[in-house]
């Protein structure tokens, strides 16, 4: 008998994947939607007694109600390293498996903050802008800095920060970096240098976060933080939006406290970058409707780029996303632990 999977979030980018590959053993519906309390309830009487695994994005909101309306779920598959849309509490509760997939963004993610490094330096998009604009005045608006000359702060060296620690040893930047735990690699083959959080915000010139968002780091980056930086330093966020205060950092870019930012992450997202979604958020949520404003008046900047959580989106990494979440699913189903998060 064929294992009953539901996916949700599915996009156009991966249906290549499931195109080019059997399943003799599952039978796969696919949904567009994302998986939440809302469209839980389309589902039919069916689907929800006979789905035995559910494979979701991180724009689904896996709530304890969702779990609760499935009769037989045993794995929750999380096309993404991050869980926590995911009840976990709920899922152990019911003896449901997560499953996760570790380290698809070391390469892309990686290669996506330096082509936003590279964008804010050296003021690329403001300058497209005045060839489509067919704006009138002098180019030395544009005027860049040579990333040679640059320390560049990288916060967090797992998988994606040690590879961005790499590639930008590769333009001759001065690298820094923070993490409770260093990495040998860096410092002897690299000769990267591990400092204090602070020390680290105080000397760059560029700083990168690659820390996974824990809870405890909530605005990691805020006022304090932003004083602490030169007023000529950049700052880029392609991990949580949850690590930076959007608020805090909108007042020193306006003020001139900052020199410029990039954010592939943002803390309210749904509200942020899905327009479908944005009513039912401002309705639920004013702090999101805040976070939204502040976004958008950030995206109007010539100095901040904003770009709607892509970093890792690459044919390649979503490719082996759906790979290694079949993987975990099968390993799941004949009893093992190898892909389990909780």
Same mark, same amino acid.
């Given at each position: 008998?064929?294992?009953?999977?539901l996916?949700?979030?599915?996009?156009?980018?991966?249906?290549?994947?499931?195109?080019?590959?059997?399943?003799?053993?599952?039978?796969?519906?696919?949904?567009?939607?994302?998986?939440?309390?809302?469209?839980?309830?389309?589902?039919?009487?069916?689907?929800l007694?006979?789905?035995?695994?559910?494979?979701?994005?991180?724009?689904?909101?896996?709530t304890?109600?969702?779990?609760?309306?499935?009769?037989?779920l045993?794995?929750?598959?999380?096309?993404?390293?991050?869980?926590?849309?995911?009840?976990?509490?709920?899922?152990?509760?019911?003896?449901?498996?997560?499953?996760?997939?570790?380290?698809?963004?070391?390469?892309?993610?990686?290669?996506?903050?330096?082509?936003?490094?590279?964008?804010?330096?050296?003021?690329?998009?403001?300058?497209?802008?005045?060839?489509?604009?067919?704006?009138?005045g002098?180019?030395?608006? $544009?005027?860049?800095?040579? %990333? *040679? /000359?640059?320390?560049?702060?990288? #916060?967090?060296?797992?998988?994606?920060?040690?590879? !961005?620690?790499?590639?930008?040893?590769?333009?001759?930047?001065?690298?820094?970096?923070?993490?409770?735990?260093?990495?040998?690699?860096?410092?002897?083959?690299?000769?990267?240098?591990?400092?204090?959080?602070?020390?680290?915000?105080?000397?760059?010139?560029?700083?990168?976060?690659?820390?996974?968002?824990?809870?405890?780091?909530?605005?990691?980056?805020?006022?304090?933080?932003?004083?602490?930086?030169?007023?000529?330093?950049?700052?880029?966020?392609?991990?949580?939006?949850?690590?930076l205060?959007?608020?805090?950092?909108?007042?020193?870019?306006v003020?001139?406290?900052?020199?410029?930012?990039?954010?592939?992450?943002?803390?309210?997202?749904?509200?942020? $970058?899905?327009?479908?979604? %944005? *009513? /039912?958020?401002?309705?639920?949520? #004013?702090?999101?409707?805040?976070?939204?404003?502040? !976004?958008?008046?950030?995206?109007?900047?010539?100095?901040?780029?904003?770009?709607?959580?892509?970093?890792?989106?690459?044919?390649?990494?979503?490719?082996?996303?759906l790979?290694?979440?079949?993987?975990?699913?099968?390993?799941?189903?004949?009893?093992?632990?190898?892909?389990?998060?909780?």
């Amino acid at each position: 008998m064929a294992i009953k999977i539901l996916v949700f979030d599915y996009r156009e980018s991966e249906r290549n994947f499931f195109g080019s590959n059997k399943f003799e053993h599952f039978d796969i519906t696919f949904y567009s939607e994302s998986l939440n309390e809302d469209t839980v309830k389309n589902l039919s009487k069916d689907q929800l007694e006979s789905a035995y695994a559910i494979s979701v994005f991180i724009d689904s909101e896996v709530t304890e109600n969702v779990i609760n309306a499935f009769k037989n779920l045993r794995i929750i598959s999380a096309r993404s390293t991050g869980v926590d849309h995911i009840n976990l509490k709920a899922a152990a509760a019911k003896n449901i498996a997560v499953i996760n997939v570790e380290g698809y963004g070391s390469k892309s993610v990686a290669q996506f903050t330096i082509g936003l490094m590279l964008a804010l330096v050296r003021r690329i998009i403001p300058a497209s802008r005045y060839i489509t604009e067919d704006k009138h005045g002098s180019c030395s608006n $544009f005027l860049g800095h040579d %990333l *040679s /000359k640059l320390t560049f702060g990288v #916060i967090g060296t797992g998988a994606i920060g040690s590879t !961005v620690c790499k590639i930008a040893c590769a333009f001759n930047m001065n690298v820094i970096a923070y993490d409770l735990t260093e990495k040998k690699e860096l410092t002897s083959k690299y000769d990267i240098k591990y400092v204090d959080f602070n020390t680290l915000l105080k000397v760059s010139d560029i700083i990168s976060i690659h820390t996974p968002y824990t809870g405890n780091n909530f605005h990691m980056f805020s006022k304090k933080e932003f004083e602490l930086m030169k007023d000529s330093a950049y700052i880029i966020n392609t991990s949580r939006g949850e690590i930076l205060d959007t608020f805090a950092l909108y007042d020193f870019l306006v003020n001139k406290k900052l020199a410029g930012a990039a954010l592939d992450v943002v803390m309210c997202e749904q509200a942020s $970058f899905r327009c479908s979604q %944005l *009513s /039912k958020q401002l309705n639920n949520d #004013i702090i999101c409707f805040e976070e939204a404003k502040i !976004v958008k008046e950030l995206a109007k900047m010539d100095n901040v780029i904003i770009t709607p959580h892509i970093a890792y989106e690459t044919q390649d990494a979503i490719d082996y996303i759906l790979e290694v979440s079949f993987k975990g699913i099968l390993d799941c189903i004949k009893g093992g632990n190898e892909y389990r998060t909780y």
